[in-house]
């Protein structure tokens, strides 16, 4: 699975299609979100990405020393995408967050 680590407490796993986060859902414990990218709200998002210094969200896309805050929580969900992206090169169009 294509997985990120957002916080000591939440993990977040990119999904291409439907049918595969659909299967994949079985096997997770926690499952707090599970939607499609487009449907994932400012709420939702702000419940588990982590809060930065100065009142912003974490931009994972940065290094831990050289530290800018994004302004919304959407903004810093999708540097973690990105991130992911980065990563593995596996685009996202569903997304599930599970607690740790």
Same mark, same amino acid.
Not at 38 to 64: H, I, M, T, W
Not at 67 to 74: D, F, L, P, R, V
Not at 90 to 100: D, H, K, L, P, T
């Given at each position: 699975?294509?997985?990120?680590?957002? =916080?000591?407490? +939440?993990? $977040?796993?990119?999904?291409?299609? +439907?049918?595969?986060?659909?299967?994949? $859902?079985?096997?997770?414990?926690?499952?707090? $979100?599970?939607? =499609?990218?487009?449907?994932? &709200?400012?709420?939702?998002?702000?419940?588990?990405? %982590?809060?930065?210094?100065?009142?912003?969200?974490?931009?994972?896309? &940065?290094?831990?020393? *050289?530290?800018?805050?994004?302004? *919304?929580? /959407?903004? %810093?969900?999708?540097?973690?995408?990105?991130? $992911?992206?980065? %990563?593995? *090169?596996? *685009?996202?169009? +569903? /997304?599930?967050?599970?607690?740790?």
């Amino acid at each position: 699975m294509n997985a990120f680590k957002l =916080s000591p407490y +939440y993990r $977040l796993y990119a999904f291409s299609d +439907y049918q595969s986060m659909k299967a994949a $859902l079985p096997y997770m414990q926690r499952v707090v $979100l599970a939607k =499609s990218l487009q449907d994932v &709200e400012e709420a939702d998002a702000r419940r588990v990405v %982590s809060r930065g210094r100065g009142g912003g969200y974490k931009n994972y896309l &940065e290094p831990f020393g *050289s530290y800018q805050a994004k302004g *919304s929580g /959407i903004q %810093s969900l999708v540097t973690a995408l990105q991130a $992911l992206y980065k %990563s593995n *090169s596996y *685009s996202a169009r +569903y /997304i599930v967050v599970e607690r740790c």
